[in-house]
């Protein structure tokens, strides 16, 4: 007989832990002085709590593989590192960048070197699961590498489409999280077919997660979101939101828009204020909402199908639906 799932919160109270007392014994410090930086600005852990959830439906020690689950999130942090050094941005969870703490080149050392810790990390696990956990890590590595490179190139075209869009914010997101439950049904000697179906859950909610993040840009509370709204705005990011509104907006309408986004000098709150109002009229609130419930819903399809218990199932279900509602 099985015990009963661990709890999110005490799964990520044991991932934050295991972090902490992550030993970083190589010299020179000054190479691991960022990689422990990073990885202490905390952050939600999703990525190592979906991959102890899941590995928790089948088997009862998800604690036996907190090192390749603390593996993925140093993989995560290190993305988030380098994308920072390319936005050139300033903060990060409230506190300064890598690049800004030290220097660009630091940023590229240490992140290069944190890609390594990485897979050093991810690779403690069974013997007998070392193949296709590797596996899968490293081609979802490579698509997350190719859904920056998408994001980039949507920055010089104006014609981006939803379906361009859905597939750059896959790779670029969504794959990690399915990657993190898959991994945990691996690790726990999972079925092909729950491994599988896990996996599509993971895309799934990773792609309602990410329209999410692109609603909380422009709707959020900045005092929750942690961070200054309308981001997105001002960089004529293509989001789903930016790329339906000129889709689906009046010809006056399509006019404002692109008077906004082709303006070089602007009042930063008066843009953000307008195209706001213009997502209003044209009703891109409510449809950003809908299309995160139909990916989250479309997601719950395949955690329905994973031949466990259903009882055993409603920690990862509650999980997700939490990560539903943050607004931040």
């Given amino acids: 007989?099985?015990?009963?799932?661990?709890?999110?919160?005490?799964?990520?109270?044991?991932?934050?832990?295991?972090?902490?007392?992550?030993?970083?014994?190589?010299?020179?410090?000054?190479?691991?002085?960022?990689?422990?930086?990073?990885?202490?600005?905390?952050?939600?852990?999703?990525?190592?709590?979906?991959?102890?959830?899941?590995?928790?439906?089948?088997?009862?020690?998800?604690?036996?593989?907190?090192?390749?689950?603390?593996?993925?999130?140093?993989?995560?942090?290190?993305?988030?590192?380098?994308?920072?050094?390319?936005?050139?941005?300033?903060?990060?969870?409230?506190?300064?960048?890598?690049?800004?703490?030290?220097?660009?080149?630091?940023?590229?050392?240490?992140?290069d070197s944190m890609l390594v810790v990485a897979y050093q990390r991810i690779a403690q696990c069974h013997p007998d699961k070392l193949k296709p956990v590797l596996e899968l890590f490293t081609e979802t590595a490579l698509e997350i590498g190719e859904g920056q490179q998408y994001d980039m190139d949507f920055e010089h075209r104006n014609d981006v489409t939803e379906d361009e869009y859905i597939e750059m914010i896959r790779l670029k997101t969504s794959v990690l999280l399915a990657c993190a439950v898959k991994i945990g049904a691996i690790l726990a000697d999972a079925s092909d077919e729950d491994a599988d179906n896990l996996y599509k859950f993971g895309e799934q909610i990773g792609l309602a997660?990410?329209?999410?993040?692109?609603?909380?840009?422009?709707?959020?509370?900045?005092?929750?979101?942690?961070?200054?709204?309308?981001?997105?705005?001002?960089?004529?990011?293509?989001?789903?939101?930016?790329?339906?509104?000129?889709?689906?907006?009046?010809?006056?309408?399509?006019?404002?828009?692109?008077?906004?986004?082709?303006?070089?000098d602007f009042d930063r709150e008066e843009k953000i204020a307008a195209v706001t109002e213009l997502y209003n009229q044209i009703g891109i609130r409510e449809l950003c909402e809908q299309k995160i419930n139909e990916y989250f819903q479309e997601g719950v399809k395949y955690l329905d199908r994973v031949s466990v218990d259903e009882q055993r199932k409603e920690e990862l279900r509650q999980y997700t639906f939490e990560m539903m509602k943050r607004q931040r």
């Avoid at 999703?46 to 993925?72: E, H, Q, T, W």
């Avoid at 300033?90 to 300064?96: I, K, S």
């Fill in 209 to 264: 997660f990410q329209l999410q993040d692109d609603l909380l840009d422009v709707y959020g509370d900045p005092k929750v979101f942690g961070k200054a709204i309308g981001g997105d705005i001002t960089s004529n990011k293509k989001t789903y939101m930016l790329i339906n509104a000129f889709q689906r907006a009046n010809e006056q309408q399509r006019e404002q828009l692109r008077r906004w986004t082709e303006a070089v």
């Fill in 1 to 111: 007989m099985m015990n009963q799932p661990i709890p999110s919160n005490e799964l990520l109270t044991l991932v934050n832990q295991f972090i902490d007392a992550l030993p970083y014994d190589r010299k020179p410090e000054t190479i691991y002085a960022p990689i422990k930086y990073v990885l202490s600005l905390g952050g939600k852990r999703i990525r190592p709590v979906l991959m102890l959830l899941a590995y928790n439906l089948f088997k009862d020690d998800p604690k036996s593989i907190l090192m390749p689950a603390c593996g993925l999130e140093t993989y995560h942090n290190y993305t988030l590192l380098h994308d920072d050094l390319m936005d050139n941005a300033d903060v990060r969870r409230g506190h300064p960048t890598v690049h800004r703490k030290w220097d660009a080149n630091t940023a590229i050392l240490s992140g």
